[in-house]
């Protein structure tokens, strides 16, 4: 039986966001998925930007997600895939819940995708709007 293909998989994982189902949208990663929110590396406790890992980890990006920002609005213009490459864009707007500031912002999104399964996920956004929306997530040191 042919599996889908990767655009296929993009839709899904983004109707499960879209509706919220969380156990939906963890089904459409691998047990070992790699997901890169802005910048690669590790997280303080409940920072949005980051590595995580796995489906524990897709499960602390959403509650991340869900802590730090008020959606407004969030759409998706386009999704493309070819092969194992799925890449996506749009553009969102965020209430910061720390701040009450909008965080408006294009965005991108760039999945690797292996039998149905999202492996690698990488997400790209306007980190210096989220920076002017609320000055404490700005980088700290040189």
């Not at 599996?3 to 969380?22: I, P, Y």
């Not at 997901?35 to 997280?43: E, I, L, N, S």
């Not at 796995?54 to 499960?59: F, L, S, T």
Request: net charge neutral; proline share 4%; glycine share 10%.
């Amino acid at each position: 039986m042919p599996t889908e293909s990767s655009s296929e998989t993009l839709k899904r994982f983004f109707a499960a966001f879209g509706s919220g189902d969380v156990e939906a949208l963890v089904a459409t990663f691998d047990s070992s998925a790699k997901m890169t929110a802005v910048r690669p590396g590790p997280r303080q406790p409940k920072q949005v930007y980051g590595t995580y890992v796995g489906a524990a980890g897709v499960r602390e990006f959403v509650a991340n997600l869900g802590g730090a920002f008020d959606t407004q609005a969030f759409s998706v213009d386009r999704i493309a895939g070819e092969g194992e490459l799925a890449v996506a864009h749009g553009s969102f707007t965020h209430r910061v819940r720390s701040t009450g500031r909008l965080f408006h912002s294009d965005w991108a999104l760039v999945c690797t995708v292996r039998l149905g399964k999202i492996v690698d996920y990488r997400f790209f956004e306007d980190s210096a709007a989220l920076v002017a929306a609320d000055p404490a997530t700005a980088p700290t040191g040189a």
